[in-house]
């Protein structure tokens, strides 16, 4: 079985930075894009980043392209989600997600300019962003 869980949220003061971690138990498939979500209470989730494991392709929402990064160590293993000058706006849940065998139901994300079909992710960790 395929496990994800996110780590690195915290509060910080508008234009700080925080790192976010997503350790991977198990094997994902490398042929399925990887990215990060998020959401607020009450509202949609929202596409932030997303990685081709197998090229290192990425795309990012306009909300997130100059100042995330998303990243993934070459053991496939930690999938990372660098977030630079925060803004307030940018408070909220975050979760990774992946595609992996014997996942369970899909979800479909428009991540940039791509929509992403996933089925494993974790079980988020928060990001408050004061100003």
């Known amino acids: 079985q395929v496990q994800l869980a996110e780590s690195g949220g915290g509060s910080v003061q508008a234009g700080g930075s925080l790192r976010l971690s997503c350790v991977v138990t198990?094997?994902?498939?490398?042929?399925?894009?990887m990215g990060w979500y998020r959401q607020i209470p009450g509202k949609e989730r929202e596409g932030v980043a997303a990685?081709?494991?197998?090229?290192?392709?990425?795309d990012y929402a306009d909300s997130a392209k100059g100042r995330f990064t998303i990243s993934l160590d070459n053991d496939k293993k930690t999938l990372f989600l660098q977030m630079n000058t925060l803004k307030p706006e940018d408070t909220a849940m975050y979760y990774c997600a992946a595609w992996v065998r014997g996942g369970g139901p899909s979800m479909s994300l428009f991540i940039g300019s791509r929509r992403i079909l996933f089925n494993s992710w974790g079980q988020g960790t928060q990001v408050t962003v004061s100003s």
């Open positions: 198990g094997s994902i498939d490398s042929n399925f894009w």
């Open positions: 990685m081709s494991p197998a090229d290192q392709r990425t």
